[in-house]
Every structure is written in structure tokens, then in C-alpha cells.
């Protein structure tokens, strides 16, 4: 099992729509993990951090489900701005999982 | 703009060449990593210096070696590459080595090897 697996997808979602994406790590013991977006062609940025509470900023939502050892990413009434590759670390031995590509269409 | 430049944008060089590419951080930082980014492949995280020390090597092959000759710049010397080293190389920087620490990346240096 890959230490960080995402679906690489793509999502083709219309604009507006909610989507979510899963990261799943194998290592119980991880303990910090960030969501980081990539635009086509460009350098990964930082998008938020994933809480154990469970993190809001405006229309994205990450959550860590430490039992099921996942992170989540929501992203609710889709801009086509949001049309990205969007990766998940966990940062303790900062790994990455292969992006999940987000294609938000008119 | 990340406040981290990469010098060259592009690379095209033979497998008997020698270069080097160029990592400043204009963000105070005091770690600054390397990363490997092959397509439909994840981000492969190729070494870590914390205070000009290097404190993480990843398994990565002799033909690339790595610099810091102060918590600004990073080099990446490379030499006697093979054509599946060809892809983008992303330097990175973060306030300090530790957990939880954000990293931003520089534009990285797109290589290709013939």
C-alpha cells in the first residue's frame, strides 16, 4: 500500500457544484497533514492545514479522520478558477500523494 | 510571488554535462528542501537542509549533489544524469525543519536530458 494514495481523477464538476476529494495515508502514527493546490504548469501552493477539528476557510472545508485514516477536502458552489491539481502531504516525513485534478466546467 | 526564485526556468542538457541549478529564498526561512516531480508521479522529496546542514537525503542516486552554502541559497549540482532523471525540480523553503511547518515553493526548473 502506497504511503499516500489519492484518486487521481479527473473530477469534471459544473460550476457551482460541491466536490470532495480523499487522501488516504498508512501510517497511524501521522500526526500533521496540509492540503496544497498546483496549477497547471506552476508550483504547489498551500491551500489550508487539516485539524483534527476540522478546518473551514470560505468555501473549503478539510477534515482528518484519524479511525479511517483519511483527509478530506470540500469544496462547495465550484468556481472554474478552482480547476487545479490538488495535493495532500502529511508532513511528517513530507510525502505527497500523486493530485487529484479538479475540472470545473461552465 | 513566493519570495523563492529558480534560476534556470529550463534545462536542456547530455547525459555527459555538468550543471547546476539555483534555489534563493527571500522569506528569512532557515529550511530549504529539494523535490523531484515526474508526471503521474508525486512530489519525491530529495533532500532537506535545516540551518545550512543537511539534515534529510533521500536515497538519491551520487549524480545529484547538493548545496547550501547559507540559509538563502540551495544548489542542485548535477552530473552524469540519465534521461529518466528529465523533470521539474522544485525547491522549497519553510520558516524552520519540523513538523507542520508550511513550505513554499520556488517556480522549479523544468529539465530535460538527451
Known amino acids: 500500500r502506497k504511503e499516500v494514495e489519492q484518486d487521481p481523477g479527473p473530477f469534471n464538476v459544473p460550476e457551482g457544484a460541491t466536490v470532495a476529494f480523499n487522501c488516504t495515508y498508512s501510517n497511524s502514527a501521522s500526526q500533521s497533514f496540509f492540503w496544497y493546490r498546483q496549477d497547471c504548469r506552476k508550483e504547489p501552493k498551500l491551500l489550508m492545514s487539516v485539524y483534527s477539528s476540522g478546518n473551514e476557510d470560505g468555501r473549503f472545508t478539510a477534515q482528518l479522520n484519524r479511525a479511517s485514516q483519511y483527509i478530506s477536502l470540500l469544496i462547495r458552489d465550484s468556481k472554474l478558477s478552482d480547476s487545479a491539481t490538488y495535493l495532500c502531504v502529511v508532513t511528517d516525513k513530507l510525502i505527497f500523494g500523486t493530485g487529484t485534478r479538479l475540472q470545473v466546467f461552465p | 510571488e513566493t519570495g523563492v526564485t529558480q534560476t534556470p526556468r529550463h534545462l536542456v542538457m547530455g547525459m555527459t554535462n555538468k550543471k547546476s541549478l539555483k534555489c534563493e529564498q527571500h522569506?528569512?526561512?532557515?529550511?530549504m528542501y529539494w523535490y523531484k516531480q515526474s508526471a503521474k508521479k508525486p512530489l519525491e522529496l530529495m533532500f532537506v537542509y535545516s540551518l545550512e546542514e543537511r539534515v534529510e537525503n533521500n536515497s538519491v542516486p551520487s549524480r545529484f549533489s547538493p548545496e547550501c552554502p547559507n540559509s538563502s541559497h540551495l544548489f542542485l549540482h548535477l552530473h552524469t544524469l540519465q534521461p529518466e532523471d528529465s523533470a521539474l525540480y522544485l525547491c522549497?523553503?519553510?520558516?524552520?525543519w519540523g513538523l507542520g511547518e508550511t513550505q513554499y515553493f520556488g517556480p522549479g526548473t523544468r529539465l530535460l536530458v538527451l
Open positions: 522549497a523553503s519553510s520558516q524552520d
Open positions: 522569506l528569512g526561512h532557515n529550511a
